[in-house]
């Protein structure tokens, strides 16, 4: 027995109706209903869009987990299609062109981009929201293939009407912690228009109420009892249970299994094939499936729609709940699901509609390798044209997978293996998975004869250097053997889109010579040619050389006219991986010159694209580094957390890890949180494989290994982390930025060094070496950023410790709205104001750079500051401690504590910021009072009467 009746959940139907009338009222609204299977998600939602006021359209479309894959966009295909039945003619059309799309249908895949379908999308959707309140809801979430999970995410941001509803259902079991649906969560949860919903269990009166509506009559209070501590509370559960009776069977599974058991036999038969197709059937697919007569089929869906185990859902029979399915799917012996997925496939391959991906997933559950083969890769060049790139990687995975098992797999598919390694290379390219690209490039590389074909081979080796210098830097090598297959007036066409990837892998690895020329080169290429996409990218190139030079007023003007380019040509993944390019790198630009707002501006937009063309995981990480590296300075630091850790959450290349994790790490530091800061350090570490191109990028994260050091109160161990550093002076030469970095950690480090140890003279030897080694470092670079004045600034002031030189860093910073580091030389001048007796310019430059650590929420910085205010006695001291017995005042106490460190006179007076006759008459009087002759047997009576 079943009951569609709704208990125990009034607060949750209630916050879902007032999103549909914030939806109504104000803007798009999104709900996000979570609980484990079976908890009444489901039931929640039909409740709640039945009781709806104004009489909104509800449109559903469900998710599903079909074991060795499906195809992407279901629930949003099935939404579309009960939306053209209700529609106009004119909006008829514009919803029919988008589920072509979105089922790969579509006559002309070059006609649009995938940004102007989502556009299409959203309008169609408002366009009937202007005139009747939408409802869309996509059930099983946790099930969504990476397409269908970026749509959901996409509409979230991007309804822009009101009277449009959103929800979906997710099952929290299924969300472990590396599921992908729990980055959308996060992404979305922090929206103020995301409710967010958790249906927990019932309680035990609820319980009683539920099997009331069950069996109409009230169960006794102890089999309520023992059924809500068996069914901890889940309804779904509670139902098997109160059916099963007194059955022993102790599983969810056999209980389950015994309500299908007690069905007619024919009911049971059209079950186990509803559970094979997975995604529903139509009566037509129930008749050659089933192989029964019309009217015992009709007879048996009655009786299982009547019983609540399976839902009419359009023209489409569906097994009420997941858990069923899986019960009734993994009853059945191998042979007779065979069977049931080739009569599937069979029928599914008659229709002009079907869906490659679920044709593949038939014939390959079915056992029929040929069928298989083909229709995988054909669902993969449907999957490209619907921009699921995760899908098309899948299919051609699977198609490698088969190629052995299919004797003549070349005449089946009318291909070769090279071709689909080929394919598969540049797929991942566009999905994300460089590790996987680079080993679908090699495999195609031996299978191919770069003689005979050395276009086609160049190209392979071009992306295979792209591949390698994600994961781990490396590419070099493959793009100079790319651009010696195709010499100039060899296949130039080719030789251009080689050398704009030449180019791009140079700057990475920061050696511009031969980026600069294979960019020139393949801009005059492109030119000729009218290739849009490789002039726009070649045009980016020599944007970031220019802004390199200085002159960012040339740098403005290509990355204008890459980004034209990029927007004018044909509407494919690799148009889309040049605009991005173009964000990125302008990013930089503008990251360079000092403009962090602005850099965050253009990386925002960068993610956008990224999400409207579906490349959110591929190249959407790297705007999120961009973003985030922009953000950073500007103080804006819980957003970095929130951007690296979702970012992260999709698995990106090791670099690009590395880059989130680094930033994530920076914060930590600066906020005190050694743990967290070590862990994601290490992670970098274990991520970036060793190897001679990657050590560079691990030089930012040893440098933070420093400040950790400082943090937590060890210089000497920052020194030998900053030697290691140093002994690699060439590599931070070539490359300015990473040599003024050096330079101010190793001098904040020997400053610490000497304040932690002012009288060890070996230290002080090897304090003064450092410093002439930092020198030396410096006189070889040439601050042609600001962000490197300002860190020259820096350095000089630390050096000289003297306010005017303070001052003069603190200004820079200040133009480049630089948070943390204007806080930290703001601290160091309030210091140096101290040492000069400038009481008033201290207190004002302390109190600024306190409000601005507290924002940040630098712990440590606020401990110094405070450390400071106190010595200088700057608040209001704290009062001697009341009963010692002895009669030392406050500043009696500062002066003993510092002396018990070992600290002269002199130090003393510099650290208390008084002068040393005062010290010294503090000294006395401390004596007298402790009544001893000397500072050692000063520390000891201290200690002994609890003073230190």
Not at 721 to 733: C, D, R
Not at 796 to 802: F, P
Not at 896 to 917: D, H, M, P
Request: glycine share 8%; proline share 4%; charged share 25%.
């Amino acid at each position: 027995m079943t009951s569609t009746a709704l208990v125990g959940r009034d607060q949750e139907l209630a916050a879902v109706r007032a999103a549909y009338e914030r939806s109504r009222r104000d803007r798009p609204i999104t709900v996000l209903v979570f609980g484990e299977a079976g908890i009444g998600k489901t039931r929640l939602v039909a409740a709640a869009t039945e009781s709806l006021t104004g009489d909104p359209l509800v449109l559903t479309g469900g998710c599903l987990e079909l074991g060795a894959g499906g195809p992407p966009y279901v629930p949003f295909v099935a939404i579309l299609r009960q939306l053209v039945q209700d529609l106009g003619t004119a909006a008829r059309d514009l919803a029919t062109e988008v589920t072509t799309w979105l089922t790969g249908e579509q006559a002309n895949p070059q006609a649009a981009s995938r940004g102007s379908l989502l556009e299409k999308l959203v309008h169609l959707f408002g366009r009937i929201a202007a005139r009747r309140p939408l409802v869309l809801v996509v059930e099983d979430l946790h099930w969504a293939d990476v397409a269908s999970r970026e749509l959901f995410v996409y509409l979230a941001r991007n309804l822009g009407s009101s009277g449009v509803l959103l929800v979906g259902t997710v099952r929290t079991g299924e969300l472990d912690l590396t599921h992908p649906m729990r980055q959308v969560i996060g992404e979305l949860g922090r929206r103020p228009d995301v409710v967010e919903i958790e249906l927990g269990p019932l309680t035990r009166s609820q319980v009683a109420e539920h099997l009331c509506q069950l069996g109409n009559t009230a169960p006794d209070p102890a089999t309520v009892a023992e059924l809500h501590v068996r069914g901890g509370g889940n309804p779904l559960f509670v139902e098997a249970l109160w059916d099963a009776g007194d059955s022993a069977a102790d599983t969810l599974k056999a209980l389950l299994l015994q309500r299908v058991a007690r069905l007619p036999e024919p009911a049971r038969e059209v079950l186990s094939v509803l559970a094979v197709t997975g995604s529903g059937a139509d009566d037509e697919l129930f008749g050659e499936v089933a192989e029964l007569p019309d009217r015992e089929l009709e007879s048996a869906l009655r009786v299982l729609v009547d019983r609540s185990q399976v839902t009419v859902v359009g023209d489409r029979y569906v097994i009420r709940h997941e858990l069923i399915r899986e019960a009734v799917y993994a009853h059945q012996l191998p042979a007779r699901l065979r069977r049931l997925h080739a009569r599937c496939a069979t029928v599914l391959a008659r229709r002009a509609s079907c869906d490659a991906a679920e044709l593949a997933r038939h014939w390959y559950l079915a056992g029929n390798r040929p069928a298989a083969l083909r229709s995988a890769l054909a669902a993969a060049t449907r999957s490209r044209v619907r921009f699921a790139y995760d899908e098309e990687l899948r299919q051609l995975a699977r198609v490698v997978e088969l190629w052995p098992l299919v004797p003549d797999a070349a005449e089946c598919t009318d291909t070769d293996l090279a071709s689909v390694h080929e394919q598969a290379t540049f797929a991942a390219m566009d999905a994300g998975a460089s590790t996987a690209g680079r080993e679908h490039a090699a495999a195609a590389l031996a299978l191919l004869d770069a003689g005979a074909e050395p276009a086609r081979a160049a190209l392979l080796l071009a992306y295979r250097g792209l591949h390698e210098n994600r994961t781990d830097a490396n590419g070099l090598a493959c793009a100079a053997a790319a651009v010696a297959l195709v010499p100039p007036g060899v296949a130039d066409d080719v030789r251009c889109r080689v050398l704009v990837i030449s180019a791009t892998l140079h700057v990475m690895a920061d050696d511009p010579g031969p980026a600069h020329a294979h960019a020139m080169e393949a801009v005059e290429l492109a030119r000729r040619q009218g290739d849009d996409t490789s002039w726009s990218r070649g045009l980016a190139c020599l944007g970031l050389f220019d802004a390199w030079a200085g002159d960012l007023d040339a740098a403005r003007g290509r990355f204008a006219e890459a980004t034209r380019l990029a927007a004018a040509a044909d509407a494919d993944a690799d148009a889309d991986a040049a605009m991005l390019q173009c964000h990125s790198w302008h990013c930089e630009v503008l990251r360079t010159a000092g403009d962090y707002a602005g850099a965050a501006e253009v990386a925002r937009r960068g993610l956008e694209h990224a999400e409207r063309v579906g490349q959110v995981r591929a190249r959407g990480t790297i705007q999120a580094v961009n973003l985030a590296d922009a953000l950073l300075p500007l103080g804006r630091w819980d957003e970095v957390l929130e951007i690296a850790d979702d970012a992260l959450s999709r698995r990106p290349a090791p670099l690009v890890a590395a880059g989130l994790n680094y930033m994530v790490a920076m914060v930590s530091t600066a906020r005190g949180d050694i743990p967290a800061a070590a862990q994601r350090l290490d992670a970098i570490e274990s991520g970036i494989e060793s190897s001679s191109d990657a050590g560079p990028f691990l030089l930012p994260s040893r440098l933070l290994r420093c400040d950790l050091a400082l943090v937590e109160g060890d210089p000497e161990h920052a020194d030998r982390v900053l030697g290691a550093i140093l002994a690699n002076g060439p590599a931070l030469v070539a490359v300015e930025y990473r040599g003024f970095q050096t330079a101010l950690v190793g001098a904040r480090v020997q400053r610490a060094r000497r304040a932690a140890a002012p009288r060890n003279r070996a230290i002080a030897t090897s304090v003064r070496a450092r410093w002439m080694r930092l020198r030396a470092l410096l006189d070889q670079l040439e601050a042609r950023t600001p962000e490197n004045l300002a860190c020259r600034l820096t350095f000089e002031a630390t050096a000289s410790n003297r306010l005017p030189d303070w001052d003069a860093a603190t200004s820079a910073w200040r133009a480049l709205a630089a948070r943390y580091e204007l806080a930290q030389c703001l601290t160091a001048a309030g210091e140096a104001a101290l040492a000069d007796s400038n009481q008033s310019g201290a207190r004002l430059r302390l109190a600024e750079a306190h409000d601005i650590a507290a924002t940040l929420g630098a712990a440590p910085l606020l401990s110094r500051l405070s450390d400071l205010a106190r010595r200088a006695r700057l608040t209001k001291p704290e009062p001697a401690p009341v009963g010692n017995g002895i009669g030392l005042t406050a500043r009696e106490l500062d002066v003993l504590r510092v002396l018990a460190r070992g600290r002269t006179n002199g130090e003393i007076a510099n650290e208390l910021f008084v002068s040393v006759n005062t010290v010294g008459a503090h000294v006395t009087r401390i004596y007298t009072k402790l009544s001893v002759n000397s500072r050692t047997e000063a520390v000891a009576v201290a200690h002994r009467v609890g003073l230190l």
